[in-house]
């Protein structure tokens, strides 16, 4: 707050240049979603303090955009929504857009689950009215903007992402039932519709495609990676579309892989000058979590983004031009980094560097002003990349508090509601976690340290829940649960678990 009494000098006596000025009293009016201890369900400290204070400033990033829906608040561009008015939402921005994009409830989503799980209705309310809002064709508008007609390429499948991921964590199968066949329609109708019949690849710009942008409005065309391996992602994940999956993974490694630098290409359509050849990072990153990549391809794309596009606040979401979009090496989004950080979390070797990458992209917005919130992209020179239209409390950008929940502290659902889970930290150079976990079932509380030659992990199991879990450990040594040395499967620098039971136990492994 600022108070100025500034006069010209001609108009004294009636007034003057100073003087005083008494306050009572300063509220605060908190329309959003107030976070305060009670009100969450979930939690993550660890070694690395600073990890930690990016966990729950991302938290409050989030919070800042869950928010009742009003005529008077939202979007004016046409984004008034009857069957929204009223209703606890995740908005795209505590400022700007303030819209509910279904891009903006992919990660907020979760985000809002590990934090507040009781607010998730925020997300289902999102979901529920876009796919009230579905075309014939099966296409799901991204938000309610234009009257439910931005035409975005990409939205719809993350309306299938967030809509599973609802279920999983809430177990809201009720949800599921009755949406169903509108995400049957979404992967049946529509992007088959728009896919190249010779190289069996999604093609924006084919069909009623022609003119859509995607998150960020971008101008490609083509046959583009990250669509392709986004729309694999999601299809593969039922038997019903095993055959369009394997199909799709087969024609991108045989029409994107550049192996010039062991990377994927960003789309077909690189022709022209202006087209130069280039390589995005939404991309390469969902190639890896999607399974398009082996093992060796994964770790190649991973390091060549790592050399190609690093920057002191991030990595950059393309490592050339792509035309009419100023600064693309330059530009960090926490969105798009949010898929590279996963792969390489789940590529083995390559933990630690996505510690290092999370320390230069939120390590950057955690000291520059406002010093608290997740930004909604980073521009050159590490200032706003939109000046001062650039939204500062952005939920998109809130992937922190997944990485660190699911990956270092290793809790994941991987059936509606934590039936069923699996616990699997990934230390990544970090000495000790711990964290909880709200489910519909009860709390999933963690400990876990690492030392030289053991590993200490502690958990509570909700009644009602089934866990399989890995602990860190190699060949050799010996595992003790609850200090009784059991037998177990060794994978991949874990060893595996599958028989404890609801209730708390400590489980080590020596070596």
């Known amino acids: ?77 046409d984004a008034n929504s009857p069957g929204l008015d009223g209703k606890l939402v995740l908005q795209d921005g505590a400022k700007r857009d303030r819209d509910p994009y279904v891009g903006d409830v992919a990660v907020p989503g979760r985000t809002t689950y590990l934090t507040h799980l009781q607010a998730s209705h925020a997300a289902k309310n999102v979901l529920a ?107 593969a994940t039922s038997k019903r579309w095993n055959g369009e999956g394997e199909a799709v993974s087969k024609a991108i490694n045989a029409h994107l892989w550049d192996a010039k630098v062991e990377a994927y290409l960003d789309s077909t359509n690189l022709t022209t000058s202006i087209n130069q050849t280039r390589h995005a990072q939404d991309g390469n990153g969902i190639a890896v979590l999607a399974g398009v990549a082996s093992p060796n391809r994964a770790k190649a794309a991973l390091n060549y983004l790592s050399s190609s596009t690093g920057l002191e606040y991030g990595n950059a979401f393309f490592d050339g031009r792509l035309p009419d979009v100023d600064n693309a090496t330059q530009r960090v989004y926490a969105f798009t980094s949010l898929f590279e950080l996963q792969g390489r979390f789940l590529t083995p070797g390559l933990s630690e560097s996505a510690i290092e990458e999370i320390s230069r992209l939120y390590g950057w917005m955690a000291t520059h ?40 502290l290793g809790v994941m659902p991987t059936s509606p509601g934590f039936a069923t889970w ?76 599958d028989t404890l039971k609801p209730g708390t136990h400590i489980v080590v492994a020596k070596q």
């Open 1 to 77: 707050m600022r108070i100025a009494l500034d006069a010209l000098a001609s108009d004294s006596p009636y007034t003057q240049a100073n003087g005083t000025v008494e306050i009572s009293s300063v509220n605060v009016e908190w329309y959003a979603f107030l976070g305060i201890p009670d009100t969450y369900t979930g939690n993550f400290e660890c070694s690395d303090e600073q990890l930690t204070q990016y966990w729950y400033g991302a938290a409050y990033t989030n919070e800042m955009c869950i928010a009742t829906f009003t005529p008077n608040t939202t979007d004016p561009r």
């Open 129 to 235: 009215d876009l796919a009230e809002h579905q075309r014939a064709d099966g296409w799901i508008p991204p938000a309610s903007i234009s009257n439910y007609t931005l035409p975005l390429f990409d939205y719809p499948l993350w309306w299938v992402v967030s809509s599973w991921e609802y279920v999983l964590y809430t177990g809201d199968t009720d949800y599921a039932k009755t949406y169903w066949p509108n995400l049957v329609k979404v992967l049946d109708s529509f992007y088959p519709s728009v896919t190249n019949s010779s190289s069996e690849l999604l093609s924006k710009g084919s069909g009623v495609t022609e003119g859509y942008g995607d998150y960020a409005f971008l101008p490609r065309t083509g046959q583009v990676t990250y669509y392709n391996a986004f729309y694999l992602g999601e299809a």
């Open 369 to 408: 002003d406002p010093m608290i919130t997740n930004w909604e992209g980073i521009g050159p020179g590490g200032l706003l990349y939109e000046q001062g239209y650039t939204s500062m409390a952005h939920g998109w950008s809130t992937g922190i508090v997944s990485l660190m929940s699911n990956y270092v």
């Open 422 to 497: 699996t616990l699997k930290p990934i230390p990544a150079g970090l000495k000790w976690a711990k964290g909880r976990v709200g489910t519909p079932r009860g709390d999933i509380v963690v400990y876990w340290r690492s030392e030289k030659n053991e590993f200490r992990l502690q958990v509570t199991i909700p009644d009602g829940t089934s866990v399989e879990v890995g602990i860190p450990a190699q060949e050799g040594g010996k595992i003790l649960v609850d200090g009784e040395q059991v037998e177990a499967a060794y994978e991949a620098g874990y060893a595996e678990l």
